[in-house]
């Protein structure tokens, strides 16, 4: 039956209980490697420890840099690193595998089975290992606040929340359009990588851009790939510099970004022609 | 069981492997620089990943707005990240990787079936992206010599020649660590996990994303220790002129002695892994 004939309500249960087999299809999948897990999450902490010596180096010589403090960059940091514990535990993983099923033509099976074809494809796996890098912002988190000597309020955490649900929408938005490409031109693994080098900007403040050629590259992180909404802006709702105007605006910049994406994907959908045809 | 590495040729003297190789080397080079021309919209967007350092730069540049870093001020920043983007562009490639790959889905096979050994194969491939580098780089050397021309390491011929040693250098110490990385999928299921954490590690130690003067002590004395430096931040120092000739000449030699040991250390790990290798189907 199309969900247009279905109530609303029976349409979001059924797709939380599909959600649900998926999860544990997914989590079971990836018990079976537990060295693998632990391997990959200690060096994800590595990694996260590494990444964060250029922040320690820049704040080594100078106390602030383009109005932001060594503690309030942290903030941004704990954001950015908990963000990609989502693209690379949630989102990174089940998109990679549409790419793989356009290229051999086996998005014939997803196409044919009785749901919604991108919420199938997009929560199909998952890499639990990557909750290391979540407890590791909380950690950076943590560590930020406590050095600041403040905390922030309940309505800031709450402001953060939201605008960590929708850093996270556009995170996939961004991701689904990349994913739409591969209709188009097949091969884009190495897109991703490179979206993944794009997203890297997020370490930083934004603000560390507004020198370079009069603020473009900083318009560019802001509205065309949107890194600065993901990080910067979260880390000023949590610090409390946010202010209501932006931060309105920014919402509706990821729900409009949203909606693009999901109307690329029915385009590239409509475009799609299994590959033994 | 047999392993594709019993079923090879008894090893020809390393007269008559020679011979051969140089033979079929303008060959292998011709096929790696037409796949780079087919493959010309992916190779670009591979070298797009390489963005890193520009942002550093935005960033340095922030900083020493208000009163230079040790030695380095606004215009030192400009020319050493211009020409750590150029040499990096230049000589990373991604052997690890492909290594990994075909290690793993078995494509490796038809590689050691061939009459010469599949290290010289990975070469030619690589090797052959070098026109295409170029390419992508010049507009980098222009930028960097329009902006930094009186810094650069040009007055001192010496230093030139030091230069393009460093450069043929690096390229070969990436080549061997790539290969050494690699080599690590004959023994476990993927190499990607080793290969994230060195890339995390040569980002720091390399003077990649921080100029290595910058660094804090501890940092500093592991860098000058570890192989990292001479695979970008000995030949972008004596690029921008950061080295005097003396220096440059004693780093040169430690240089070669690092190429020399991986060289060595690639070529024992490769053997033994070909060994275990059984291949799949392929």
Same mark, same amino acid.
């Given at each position: 039956?199309?969900?247009?004939?279905?109530?609303?309500?029976?349409?979001?249960?059924?797709?939380?209980?599909?959600?649900?087999?998926?999860?544990?299809?997914?989590?079971?999948?990836?018990?079976?490697?537990?060295?693998?897990?632990?391997?990959?999450?200690?060096?994800?902490?590595?990694?996260?420890?590494?990444?964060?010596?250029?922040? /320690?180096?820049?704040?080594?010589?100078?106390?602030?840099?383009?109005?932001?403090?060594?503690?309030?960059?942290?903030?941004?940091?704990?954001?950015?690193?908990?963000?990609?514990?989502?693209?690379?535990?949630?989102?990174?993983?089940?998109?990679?595998?549409?790419?793989?099923?356009?290229?051999?033509?086996?998005?014939?099976?997803?196409?044919?089975?009785?749901?919604?074809?991108?919420?199938?494809?997009?929560?199909?796996?998952?890499?639990?290992?990557?909750? !290391?890098?979540?407890?590791?912002? !909380?950690?950076?988190?943590?560590?930020?606040?406590?050095?600041?000597?403040?905390?922030?309020?309940?309505?800031? !955490?709450?402001?953060?929340?939201?605008?960590?649900?929708?850093? /996270?929408?556009?995170?996939?938005?961004?991701?689904?359009?990349?994913?739409?490409?591969?209709?188009?031109? !097949?091969?884009?693994?190495?897109?991703?990588?490179?979206?993944?080098?794009?997203?890297?900007?997020?370490?930083?403040?934004?603000?560390?851009?507004?020198?370079?050629?009069? @603020?473009?590259?900083?318009?560019?992180?802001?509205?065309?790939?949107?890194?600065?909404?993901?990080?910067?802006?979260?880390?000023?709702?949590?610090? @409390?510099?946010?202010?209501?105007?932006?931060?309105?605006?920014?919402?509706? @910049?990821?729900?409009?970004?949203?909606?693009?994406?999901?109307?690329?994907?029915?385009?590239?959908?409509?475009?799609?022609?299994?590959a033994s045809s | 069981m047999n392993t594709a590495a019993d079923a090879a040729p008894r090893r020809p003297g390393a007269a008559v492997e020679l011979a051969r190789v140089l033979r079929a080397f303008p060959t292998l080079l011709r096929?790696?620089?037409?796949?780079?021309?087919?493959?010309?919209?992916?190779?670009?967007?591979?070298?797009?990943?390489?963005?890193?350092?520009?942002?550093?730069?935005?960033?340095?540049?922030?900083?020493?707005?208000?009163?230079?870093? #040790?030695?380095?001020?606004?215009?030192?920043?400009?020319?050493?990240?211009?020409?750590?983007?150029?040499?990096?562009?230049?000589?990373?490639?991604?052997?690890?990787?492909?290594?990994?790959?075909?290690?793993?889905?078995?494509?490796?096979?038809?590689?050691?079936?061939?009459?010469?050994?599949?290290?010289?194969?990975?070469?030619?491939?690589?090797?052959?992206?070098?026109?295409?580098?170029?390419?992508?780089?010049?507009?980098?050397?222009?930028?960097?010599?329009?902006?930094?021309?009186?810094?650069?390491?040009?007055?001192?011929?010496?230093?030139?020649?030091?230069?393009?040693?460093?450069?043929?250098?690096?390229?070969?110490?990436?080549?061997?660590?790539?290969?050494?990385?690699?080599?690590?999928?004959?023994?476990?299921?993927?190499?990607?996990?080793?290969?994230?954490?060195?890339?995390?590690?040569?980002?720091?130690?390399? #003077?990649?994303?921080?100029?290595?003067?910058?660094?804090?002590?501890?940092?500093?004395?592991?860098?000058?220790?570890?192989?990292?430096?001479?695979?970008?931040?000995?030949?972008?120092?004596?690029?921008?002129?950061?080295?005097?000739?003396?220096?440059?000449?004693?780093?040169?030699?430690?240089?070669?002695?690092?190429?020399?040991?991986?060289?060595?250390?690639?070529?024992?790990?490769?053997?033994?892994?070909?060994?275990?290798?059984?291949?799949?189907?392929?």
């Amino acid at each position: 039956m199309p969900p247009s004939l279905q109530s609303p309500l029976a349409f979001a249960t059924r797709y939380a209980g599909l959600f649900r087999v998926q999860m544990r299809m997914a989590t079971l999948a990836a018990m079976q490697y537990r060295v693998d897990f632990v391997v990959r999450g200690l060096i994800a902490v590595l990694w996260s420890a590494l990444t964060l010596i250029p922040l /320690v180096v820049v704040f080594g010589v100078r106390r602030q840099v383009a109005g932001w403090s060594f503690e309030e960059a942290l903030v941004v940091v704990g954001w950015f690193t908990l963000l990609r514990a989502v693209l690379e535990g949630a989102v990174s993983p089940s998109l990679t595998a549409v790419v793989e099923h356009v290229r051999k033509g086996t998005l014939d099976f997803v196409l044919l089975k009785p749901a919604d074809a991108q919420f199938l494809v997009s929560t199909a796996k998952f890499e639990p290992w990557r909750i !290391v890098d979540a407890v590791a912002a !909380v950690v950076v988190f943590c560590y930020a606040f406590t050095k600041m000597g403040h905390w922030p309020s309940i309505a800031q !955490v709450a402001t953060g929340l939201v605008f960590l649900a929708l850093a /996270v929408v556009i995170l996939y938005s961004i991701w689904i359009l990349v994913v739409s490409a591969a209709f188009w031109v !097949v091969k884009v693994d190495n897109l991703s990588y490179l979206f993944g080098s794009l997203f890297d900007v997020g370490r930083w403040p934004i603000d560390v851009l507004r020198g370079v050629w009069r @603020g473009t590259l900083m318009m560019v992180f802001t509205f065309v790939f949107p890194v600065a909404l993901m990080t910067t802006y979260p880390a000023l709702a949590l610090l @409390g510099r946010l202010d209501a105007k932006t931060a309105a605006l920014a919402l509706g @910049g990821g729900v409009l970004f949203a909606v693009i994406a999901r109307r690329v994907w029915r385009r590239a959908l409509a475009m799609y022609t299994s590959a033994s045809s | 069981m047999n392993t594709a590495a019993d079923a090879a040729p008894r090893r020809p003297g390393a007269a008559v492997e020679l011979a051969r190789v140089l033979r079929a080397f303008p060959t292998l080079l011709r096929i790696g620089v037409a796949e780079v021309v087919a493959y010309r919209a992916e190779f670009l967007v591979w070298i797009l990943t390489t963005n890193m350092p520009l942002v550093m730069l935005a960033l340095w540049h922030a900083v020493a707005a208000d009163g230079p870093v #040790g030695r380095f001020d606004q215009t030192q920043f400009t020319a050493y990240y211009l020409g750590v983007l150029a040499v990096r562009l230049a000589t990373s490639n991604w052997m690890a990787w492909q290594m990994s790959m075909e290690i793993r889905d078995g494509t490796l096979s038809t590689k050691l079936l061939r009459p010469i050994h599949p290290l010289y194969g990975f070469a030619a491939d690589h090797l052959s992206a070098i026109p295409m580098r170029i390419l992508v780089v010049s507009p980098i050397v222009v930028a960097l010599f329009v902006t930094s021309w009186d810094r650069l390491a040009r007055h001192d011929p010496s230093l030139v020649l030091v230069l393009g040693a460093s450069l043929v250098g690096a390229w070969l110490l990436v080549f061997f660590s790539m290969v050494l990385l690699g080599s690590i999928a004959f023994y476990v299921d993927s190499a990607m996990g080793p290969f994230e954490l060195w890339i995390g590690v040569h980002a720091i130690f390399s #003077g990649y994303l921080i100029p290595l003067e910058v660094l804090p002590g501890w940092a500093r004395a592991a860098a000058d220790v570890l192989p990292f430096r001479f695979m970008l931040a000995f030949p972008v120092e004596t690029l921008v002129g950061l080295l005097s000739p003396g220096d440059a000449a004693r780093q040169l030699a430690a240089q070669w002695l690092y190429v020399a040991l991986t060289g060595w250390l690639a070529l024992r790990v490769w053997r033994a892994g070909v060994r275990r290798y059984a291949a799949f189907g392929g």
